[in-house]
Structure formats: C-alpha cells, structure tokens
C-alpha cells in the first residue's frame, strides 16, 4: 500500500465501529432473529406447549446442522466447553490416560482433559498454521495415548487426516486406533479437503457462543458425527443419562435453536464477507516484509474466524508488544493475542503439566497477533486496519 494511499485514507478519520481485537458479537443479527425469538416465545406460551426439550426446533436445526456438516448426525447442546467435557467421557477415560492436544489454544479442550481424570500431553503447533504439528504429535504418543484433540484453531482446519494416519500407526493396546476429536468452536464454516470442518474424525464440537462465526444468542453447541453409537451416548450424556448411564443437563433451547435455523441459513454468505476481507487485506499488506499473513494451505478453506498475523522473528516479543500498542494508542486499533500457550500461562494447567517445555509455541505465541475481522465490516474499516498496520510497522522499524 502506497504511503499517499495510506495517508489518504487515515486522513480521513478513524474507525467507523472501534472493533474489538474479536468482536463480542461474531455474526450477523436482523429482524429474522427477532421475529423467530418472539414467534417462538407466542408459541410456548401455552400450557399444553411450554419450552420442552424434544420439539421440533431442536430437531430440525440438528438435522440442518448435520447436512451442513455432511455428518450422518449432530447434538445440540449449550455450549461447547460442555461439549469437550462431553467428547472427552466418551471415551471412559481411566487414571494415567493420556490425550495430545496443543498448548498453544484456548484453555477449554486441555481442562476437558484434566476434567476427566486423564493427562494432558501438550504439544507443539505449526508455526504457519497454528494447527498441532504431527510431527510432534507422534513424537508424544505413547501406549498410554488414547486421543488427538484437534483444535482447528482460528477459523482453520488442522490436518485431520495426518492425525488419522497417526492413530492408525500407534493403536492402543485395548482401545485399538486413536480417537481423533475435533475442537472446531472456531472454526464453524471452514472447509478441509472439500468438505466442511466437522465430517473428518470422531467428533466435532461446535461453540456457537456470541462471539463465534454463528451464536444461538449467545451460547449455546453442537457436535457433529458419523459414528450414530456415540450421537446415541452424547444424547444421554445431555439429558440425565437416558434410560441408562450417567448423565446430567446440556441441553440447547427450543428458543436457541430456532434462532440457530436462521443463523445456519446465513452461515454461508458470513464466511464469504469474512474471506472477502480477509483475502483484500492480505493484497495490501503484501510488501509489509514484517508481517506473515495467515497461511490458507491449498486443501483448506479458512472461515477467518480470526485474522491472525505474525511479526518477523526478530520482532518476537517486545517489538510485537509496541506495535500492539502503537496500533492502539495512535490509531485506535485493537488486537488480541489468541492464544499464549496455556501450559505456562493457566497455573491451574500448569500445576497438571509440570516442567514441559514448548520452545516452538513460546515463540510463535511471542510472535502473533489478530486484528478483528468481521461479516459486516466496512470496506472502509478494512482499509483503515491495513493503513494503520503499515503506518505503525514502520514506526516500530524506524525505532530500531
Ligand atoms: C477453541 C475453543 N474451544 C472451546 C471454547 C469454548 O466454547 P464455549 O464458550 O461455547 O463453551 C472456545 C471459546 O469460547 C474456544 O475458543
């Protein structure tokens, strides 16, 4: 972006919404919401109706979640940190089981682990991707290892079928091949290998929390899968344990779900404005030597739940920390760091893990950084964040 451009356009003034580094709201809401919300209150207004639970929004929007996902079925439920929890039960885990999942995350699949009784075996990520790197994943597998938790993190698939391969090649002893979960509560929309995240693997949990690429008004899940035996056990897990086992209450509401319809029809076009602007940012910011814009790998398709970009090495750390505030201070411009490893950075984490050492996630966490994106922003605002970055990237530069 020239520097006459990039004057222009920050003379002009400053951000038309002063966006959060993730915006609290991620998607798209209208009067469609509204009115489905308030239908569906007129209609269990009546006390032969109510708000029951098995009802036909929650059947219909977990049969259109399905055929979004291309899985054979999917649960609704209210959230999924729940969800996690969920995944994780299903596999019966006993003491000293172990799962892999990266460090470089959000907490909520690590706690999902401990949750259940089994140990958590950080790894490392993909500094491209910020997906968990095979490599290292089948460098801590162990006879003990039950599952690869696969967090696609920030809109991106992770390589699922990698993960496949490597839970075919080191069977457990008892359980046989490793379970490959999916944590895709970032990443609802996004595409691997020609179909949509949540079909490869065991399952997949969804967040459709406020600020995710859809949210049934604020919280809310699903988990989508082919294996009908485990959608079987999941529904029992949400509602008191069925007529058999365990359970207790996950369920979604009948309102949620309807306001989930509505969503999911928009779903598409979303991911669309997220990838329009995320692809015409990454054309102005080419030539900013500084800075990596997110890696898209040619068998996937990236939802830009976030826009996560790197500094150069060299700038790791307190150079990447001043030009965060830079962006903020002189151009009003927020970004987030999603996420420092947790391993180090959650003590109640860190007392599970002990000493563990991640060097290639202390670095690329040193390094990253997302500017907030989002289905309605302006073109204008778009522009703006990418005259801002090239502004402040040179004011960081020329401090040297
Ligand atoms: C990667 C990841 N997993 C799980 C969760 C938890 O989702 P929920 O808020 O629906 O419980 C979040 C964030 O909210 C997340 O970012």
């Not at 035996?229 to 029992?236: C, G, S």
């Not at 990838?275 to 830009?304: F, N, V, W």
Request: charged residues 25%; glycine residues 8%.
């Amino acid at each position: 972006m020239e520097q006459n451009r990039r004057r222009q356009i920050l003379d002009r003034g400053g951000l038309e919404i002063n966006w959060p580094g993730e915006p609290l709201l991620g998607s798209a809401y209208g009067e469609a919401e509204i009115e489905v919300v308030t239908q569906t209150i007129r209609e269990s207004m009546d006390p032969t109706v109510g708000f029951g639970f098995i009802c036909r929004e929650i059947e219909e929007f977990e049969a259109a979640f399905a055929a979004y996902c291309g899985t054979a079925d999917a649960v609704s439920i209210n959230g999924a940190g729940t969800g996690l929890d969920m995944a994780m039960m299903c596999l019966d885990l006993e003491p000293g089981d172990e799962v892999i999942c990266q460090s470089v995350n959000f907490r909520a699949a690590p706690m999902a682990i401990v949750g259940q009784g089994a140990r958590w075996i950080p790894c490392e990520v993909d500094s491209r991707t910020f997906q968990a790197d095979p490599e290292d994943v089948e460098r801590r597998v162990t006879p003990r290892t039950r599952a690869i938790f696969a967090v696609h993190m920030n809109g991106l698939s992770s390589p699922i079928d990698d993960y496949l391969e490597i839970a075919e090649r080191h069977p457990h002893p008892k359980h046989g091949p490793l379970k490959v979960i999916g944590d895709a509560a970032r990443a609802l929309g996004g595409g691997y290998k020609g179909q949509k995240i949540g079909k490869a693997g065991w399952m997949t949990v969804f967040s459709f929390h406020t600020q995710k690429n859809m949210t049934t008004l604020g919280e809310g899940g699903a988990i989508a899968t082919d294996d009908t035996e485990v959608a079987k056990r999941l529904r029992q897990l949400r509602q008191f344990g069925g007529a058999e086992g365990w359970g207790s209450n996950y369920k979604m509401t009948k309102v949620q779900a309807a306001v989930g319809m509505v969503q999911l029809r928009k779903l598409d076009e979303m991911i669309e404005s997220r990838r329009r602007l995320a692809k015409a940012r990454d054309e102005m910011l080419a030539g900013l030597e500084e800075l990596i814009t997110p890696y898209e790998p040619q068998d996937c398709k990236h939802s830009y739940y976030l826009y996560t970009l790197l500094v150069q090495q060299a700038w790791a750390g307190k150079k990447r920390d001043r030009l965060m505030s830079i962006l903020r201070e002189d151009f009003g411009v927020n970004t987030i760091v999603a996420n420092p490893p947790v391993h180090s950075t959650i003590p109640f984490l860190k007392q599970h893990t002990g000493d563990c050492s991640l060097p290639v996630s202390e670095e690329v966490a040193a390094r990253l950084f997302c500017v907030a994106i989002h289905p309605c922003m302006s073109d204008a605002d778009n522009e703006y964040l990418c005259a801002a970055l090239w502004e402040t990237v040179e004011k960081v530069r020329d401090a040297r």
